[in-house]
């Protein structure tokens, strides 16, 4: 009977890592060439697809969609786990939201007004939607709302405001000043 002297484990001729092939079977060959083939040729991913070569303008489309998704994860983040995580916890996911709308402005700030006009036209290039005021013949824009000056109260109704009270007969218990002590107004 032939019996192995050395190694007990299995695994090869006993010696400690000298030209013992790595996991996976197959020798990587040469390392370091740029991801060529061996004609120098780009090699094609594993799965054998095709690199998508992408212009300049998809590459700053690409870039700020990937932006745009990481901020809308952190954000989901955030805003789901608020309240059920602990404080650290709290505050890294504020840190990473914040961090991740932080690099998306820094990027809009980086891009050259060449670039930044293909990513406005991609951003803001869809039509707007007008099927609502055009059904109902309203002008798309909406009129300016003054924000400051005195403004009647939306809630009272012509009714309330034409009608008067002066001669109403009805019982009522109490007083104003019965109602500003019970509140404590007084």
């Known amino acids: 009977m032939n019996q192995k002297i050395g190694n007990s484990g299995g695994g090869g001729s006993g010696r400690s890592g000298q030209n ?9 060959g040469r390392r ?8 120098g040729a780009p090699r094609e991913n594993s799965n054998n697809t095709p690199r998508v070569i992408m212009t300049p303008q998809e590459r700053i489309i690409e870039r700020y969609d990937t932006l ?7 954000r989901r983040k955030y805003y789901d786990l ?15 939201f ?11 700030k980086s891009l050259s007004p060449e670039q930044f006009a293909v990513l406005k036209s991609k951003r803001d290039g869809l039509r707007m ?7 109902h013949q309203l002008p798309p824009e909406a009129p300016a709302v003054p924000t400051q000056g005195d403004f009647e109260d939306p809630h009272v ?5 034409q009608c008067d009270f002066s001669n109403d007969k009805e019982e009522s218990v109490g007083s104003i000043d019965d109602y500003k002590r019970y509140k404590g107004l007084e």
């Open 98 to 108: 914040h961090r991740t709308i932080l690099d998306l402005r820094q990027y809009e």
């Open 157 to 161: 109704l012509q009714s309330q405001i």
């Open 129 to 135: 939607d007008v099927t609502y005021t055009t059904n």
């Open 82 to 96: 608020y309240h059920r995580a602990n404080p650290e916890q709290r505050q890294k996911l504020e840190r990473a």
């Open 32 to 39: 370091g060439r740029g991801g060529q083939g061996p004609n």
């Open 68 to 74: 745009t998704e990481l901020h809308i994860q952190a």
């Open 20 to 28: 013992r092939r790595r996991r996976g079977g197959k020798s990587r």
